[in-house]
């Protein structure tokens, strides 16, 4: 009939995975199976249903995040892709989070504030979405082809592209919402 169910295993991120800017969002065993995966010249794809670069934008001095105006639902946070001369012109020895806050409700959206409106702290992107993904498996897999697909970075002939691409093994490694579930019919 079909093909049995794949081997499933739970791995929890908060046991032992501190690194020096938080968790390390790839567990070792997931490394290991990747590395693998790549080794052998074979693909793999990773499904995380969450959009965005991290779930909220929290202060950790005092607790508050940010919240739709509209909704008063946490924000997620968006990573901006900022040149390397906008930053340089930027940056004024303060930290600055080149990205934006969006409700994925009602779509508002807003800048992330340099320090917290409440206490004048600073920010923590707490979570994990598509884009934070993204970002640590081109870190941790420097020689791997990575692509994301998910609504923020692509229009239609992009995800289409894309899917063929894959298909076509010019990617390694493809990450995403359920967006890269749709239409992978690949023999």
């Known amino acids: 009939m079909g093909l049995p169910m794949p081997k499933m295993k739970l791995v929890d991120l908060r046991q032992g ?18 590395h693998e995966t790549l ?16 779930n909220f934008v929290f202060c950790p001095s005092c607790k508050h995040t940010l919240h739709c105006r509209n909704c008063d639902v946490t924000l997620t ?17 303060k930290h600055i989070n080149y990205g934006y806050a969006v409700c994925h409700y009602c779509l508002a959206q807003t800048l992330v504030p340099e320090k917290c409106p409440l206490c004048g702290g600073g920010f923590a992107m707490i979570g994990i979405g598509s884009q934070r993904l993204e970002e640590e498996l ?37 990450a995403g919402t359920q967006m890269l579930a749709k239409g992978l019919h690949f023999s």
Do not use: C, W
Not at 40 to 52: D, F, P, T, Y
């Open 77 to 93: 946070f968006h990573k901006s892709k900022v040149s390397r001369r906008e930053r340089m012109r930027t940056v004024t020895g």
């Open 39 to 54: 080794a052998k010249k074979e693909q793999a794809i990773l499904l995380l249903n969450r959009r965005g670069y991290s």
């Open 138 to 174: 081109a870190k941790k897999f420097p020689l791997a082809r990575v692509s994301r697909i998910d609504s923020d970075s692509m229009a239609s002939r992009d995800y289409y592209r894309l899917l063929r691409d894959f298909g076509e093994g010019r990617i390694d490694i493809l």
């Open 17 to 34: 995975q501190v690194t020096q800017k938080g968790i390390n969002l790839i567990s070792e065993p997931l490394a290991e199976r990747l």
